[in-house]
Nanobody, 123 residues
Framework: QLVESGGGSVQAGGSLNVSCVAS????????IGWFRQGPGNEREGVAS????????HYADSVKGRFLIDKDVARNKLLLHMNNLQPEDTAMYYC????????????????????WGQGTQVTV
């Protein structure tokens, strides 16, 4: 189960953090990450990391501005977003991929990935 929280409204150039409680993601091979979907847009992968650790992977559109992090003790996945711009406005979803493919592809697949209800970020 994945439950996102922490969205809100911020002015351009501001920062916002979103988090996700990820229950049941225990295997190190799981990939966890974030994707977003803005109004009228397709799903866009944002960031990914393996549950067991290692270097994260970011979409070019957020590289240098967003940071994905894990709080292992609390089963939490975090996304720190800096220098937010209007084009970052979207519903942000936490994702878990048992296959690990999302780490490289950043393409959410409804038939094989899991995600929560999302949290809205408005810039």
């Amino acid at each position: 189960q994945l439950v996102e929280s922490g969205g809100g409204s911020v002015q351009a150039g501001g920062s916002l953090n979103v988090s996700c409680v990820a229950s049941g993601v225990t295997r190190n091979a799981y990939c966890i990450g974030w994707f977003r979907q803005g109004p009228g847009n397709e799903r866009e992968g944002v960031a990914s990391i393996y549950a067991g650790g290692g270097r994260p992977h970011y979409a070019d559109s957020v590289k240098g501005r967003f940071l994905i992090d894990k709080d292992v003790a609390r089963n939490k996945l975090l996304l720190h977003m800096n220098n937010l711009q209007p084009e970052d406005t979207a519903m942000y979803y936490c994702l878990a991929d048992p296959s690990g493919a999302y780490f490289y592809t950043l393409k959410p697949l409804s038939e094989s990935n899991y995600w929560g209800q999302g949290t809205q970020v408005t810039v």
